[in-house]
């Protein structure tokens, strides 16, 4: 990908046939490692050919590409597990006793002991 933007930019800017040289020094430019081959495959494949017309006929096959929106999560286990899980959850929850803290947190005023 970084080799085909590389190229564009350039036929942007308005070198209208750019070269190997010119694509590697762009991508060396910001700091990327440009493959030999992958540039002159690029340059060799895009060479002489309309852009625009190349553009549009790559974003009518992209249309064509189920992208489906569709399921969520994966299925998890089913009914009896999770009937499991409820009643763990229901024996855990067992009411808590109240401590006796001697009037701590009574709210009359105040412990006789204190």
């Known amino acids: ?5 590389a190229y ?5 800017g308005g070198n209208d046939a750019p070269d190997a040289d010119a ?3 762009v991508l060396t430019a910001v700091g990327v490692d440009a493959d030999a081959d992958a540039v002159a495959k690029v340059v060799a494949d895009l060479s002489g050919k309309d852009l625009d017309a190349l553009i ?12 489906g929106g569709g399921g969520g999560g994966g299925g998890g ?3 009896a597990a999770a009937a499991e899980e409820v009643e763990e959850e229901k024996k855990e929850e067992e ?3 109240e401590a006796d803290v001697g ?8 412990d006789a002991a204190w």
Not at 1 to 5: C, D, L, N, T, V
Not at 8 to 12: D, E, G, S
Not at 103 to 110: C, Q
């Open 95 to 97: 009411p808590e006793e």
């Open 8 to 12: 564009l930019l350039l036929r942007l």
């Open 103 to 110: 009037g701590l947190f009574d709210s009359s005023g105040g």
């Open 1 to 5: 990908m970084r080799h085909i933007a």
């Open 77 to 79: 286990a089913g009914g």
């Open 23 to 25: 694509v590697t020094n």
């Open 56 to 67: 549009a006929e790559g974003s009518k096959k992209l249309a064509a590409v189920p992208t």
